[in-house]
């Protein structure tokens, strides 16, 4: 019963629906039924849950001790090792699972959907290989929400973008920048493996909000490791005009 009734429960039991059960980790049952019970209608209870570093009881002969102060993996017998590695290889099959699940699309139901529709965008794979979104901002108090944008609030040339990246066997979900979710936005952005930024100069300040501000959001998301294309400075210096003078030696560039 517990493994096919309570065992999906448990985390959301606890708040924490979010989170996978630990890939190693030990309950005590108490048996709460009376003496004579039959043992298909016995109730256990759980005692407690120990998900603290729990030991694999068969290395314990690798652990240092007064007795035994070199100690090593050597030390294991070799059918306790064989158990051992069969709990490894098991929590190996696990964590793969919980992975492959977390290649699911990002959650963005956090932000305003602002687009229409999605129309042209490809199926989304069911396990990408990685995750990305393609940002963009629509001018609330412009005519079609700016001048790059198809009926629908997409900027008109977003999805030939995002269905390359589906083509390539990742997802590619669009989002739009509203300046007042700016949290938000950067909390769901922090799940994407990448982000494509389709914003046009100008853009974000036209709708009220603080082109500084997303870009300092976008650097933080290259702290953290996200690929942003193109970044802030890929922007700021490829675009500037001494671009030129520092590619001058270069074949393509000119020197004075």
């Known amino acids: 019963n ?28 108490i048996l709460a039924s009376p003496v004579g019970t039959p043992a298909d209608q016995e109730k256990w209870i759980v005692g407690e849950f120990n998900c603290s570093c729990v030991g694999i009881s068969k290395c314990l002969a690798a652990y240092c001790k007064d007795d035994t102060p070199n100690a090593c993996f050597f030390d294991i017998a ?66 079609y929400g700016g001048s790059d944008k198809s009926s629908n609030g997409h900027r008109y040339d977003s999805i030939p973008f995002a269905n390359g990246m ?7 979900q669009l989002i739009h920048y509203v300046h007042q979710e700016h949290v938000k936005f950067f909390e769901v952005c922090r799940n994407f493996d990448a982000i494509i930024v389709r914003c046009n100069p100008g853009q974000i300040k036209a709708d009220g909000g603080d082109q500084q501000k997303f870009d300092d959001g976008m650097r933080e998301m290259r702290k953290l490791g996200i690929q942003v294309w193109p970044s802030p400075d890929v922007m700021e210096f490829m675009g500037a ?10 074949n393509i560039g000119l020197e004075d």
């Open 78 to 143: 070799t059918e306790d090792l064989k158990e051992a590695q069969g709990y490894g290889d098991l929590m190996g099959q696990k964590a793969l699972c919980i992975l492959e699940d977390s290649r699911s699309a990002v959650d963005v139901s956090s932000i305003t959907k602002v687009a229409k529709d999605d129309l042209g965008l490809c199926v989304q794979p069911k396990k990408p290989r990685y995750k990305t979104g393609l940002a963009q901002i629509y001018v609330r108090s412009q005519p």
């Open 2 to 29: 517990f493994l096919k009734r309570d065992l999906p429960h448990v985390m959301p039991s606890l708040g924490l629906a979010s989170e996978p059960i630990p890939l190693w980790w030990t309950t005590d049952f």
């Open 241 to 250: 005009k001494d671009a030129l003078c520092k590619v001058a030696t270069l």
């Open 166 to 172: 589906i083509n390539a066997g990742m997802s590619c």
